[in-house]
């Protein structure tokens, strides 16, 4: 018999579809009572929900995804503070830099597979659904998206770190999960500490990632550029996809060629979802 889900993951997947909805009839402005209709639930209850998990009300997410297809350069990374202002956005919340710091294993560490270190682990929620998260006495060392199931998760993080320590810590992570997600659409106000496992190509391509601003995006031949190796599109790309900390190292804001979101490790709607977000607060 399967289990019935959580009033949580139900609000989740009802703020997921209010946001397709919206994508999909941004045209016609539909307004809150059409849009909470959509997902069977009253005006007074779907705003509260959806503004718990988005961070702004569905009208001015609304108003600033219209803003977003008229402008059609916020994914080519033009500053729309002035055309917001017009528009009448002035009052929504703009975005804290992401200040996070990034730290590789020495060559030896890397190559021990974490033999020696503790991983603490656990669920936690953001803005973009149920999130692993794996931290260290040194920062944190995976941030991965899923279903909030703990046995399916955790596969991946400990194949990451074979001999590490693992210990189920939901208070500890807790924590850290208000850290980089404070809630109210805002972003981390402190500094995050990263541990990262990977070879120094992958470290030059993750460290590359950071310099990309919040509501901006590259594509991955100019990231290709960046670090100088404008032939190395295919191993950038892969590098890209290997990233284990979302969101903070920011491999979301890598597109194709042309604008195309492309696809994304933990689900192209989920990427779809980042980067309108951090778009809205950059207003």
């Given at each position: 018999m399967s289990k019935s889900p959580s009033n949580r993951e139900l609000d989740y997947q009802r703020v997921s579809a209010a946001l397709q909805f919206l994508e999909t009839h941004t045209s016609a402005q539909p307004n809150l009572s059409q849009v909470a209709h959509?997902?069977?639930?009253?005006?007074?209850?779907?705003?509260?929900?959806?503004?718990?998990?988005?961070?702004?009300?569905?009208?001015?997410?609304?108003?600033?995804?219209?803003?977003?297809?008229?402008?059609?350069?916020?994914?080519?990374g033009t500053n729309l503070l002035s055309a917001a202002l017009k528009s009448g956005l002035s009052g929504t919340a703009r975005l804290h830099d992401l200040f996070v710091t990034f730290q590789g294993m020495t060559p030896g560490e890397y190559q021990a597979l974490g033999?020696?270190?503790?991983?603490?682990?656990?669920?936690?929620?953001?803005?973009?659904?149920?999130c692993l998260l794996g931290t260290t006495n040194r920062?944190?060392?995976?941030?991965?998206?899923?279903?909030?199931?703990?046995?399916?998760?955790?596969?991946?993080?400990e194949a990451t770190w074979p001999?590490?320590?693992?210990?189920?810590?939901?208070?500890?992570?807790?924590?850290?999960?208000?850290?980089?997600?404070?809630?109210?659409?805002?972003?981390?106000?402190?500094?995050?500490?990263?541990?990262?496992?990977?070879?120094?190509?992958?470290?030059?391509?993750?460290r590359a990632l950071l310099d990309i601003p919040p509501g901006h995006?590259?594509?991955y031949g100019e990231l290709a550029?960046?670090?100088?190796?404008?032939?190395?599109?295919?191993?950038?790309?892969?590098?890209?996809?290997?990233?284990?900390?979302?969101?903070?190292?920011?491999?979301?804001?890598?597109i194709?060629?042309?604008?195309?979101?492309g696809q994304y490790r933990w689900g192209a709607e989920r990427k779809t979802l980042m980067l309108e977000w951090e778009a809205i607060q950059t207003l």
């Open positions: 959509s997902v069977g639930l009253s005006p007074e209850h779907f705003q509260r929900v959806f503004k718990r998990w988005v961070g702004i009300s569905p009208k001015k997410y609304l108003q600033s995804l219209t803003l977003v297809r008229a402008q059609a350069s916020l994914r080519g033999r020696g270190l503790e991983i603490s682990y656990g669920i936690c929620r953001s803005p973009f659904g149920y920062g944190v060392c995976w941030l991965s998206f899923g279903s909030g199931n703990l046995s399916q998760e955790l596969t991946a993080l001999r590490a320590t693992f210990r189920h810590d939901p208070d500890s992570i807790a924590r850290m999960g208000t850290r980089i997600f404070p809630g109210n659409g805002e972003s981390p106000k402190e500094k995050i500490p990263l541990l990262v496992r990977g070879t120094d190509f992958q470290l030059m391509v993750w995006t590259t594509t550029k960046r670090i100088s190796k404008p032939r190395a599109i295919r191993a950038l790309g892969t590098a890209v996809g290997q990233n284990a900390i979302s969101f903070l190292i920011p491999c979301h804001r890598v194709r060629a042309g604008g195309h979101f």
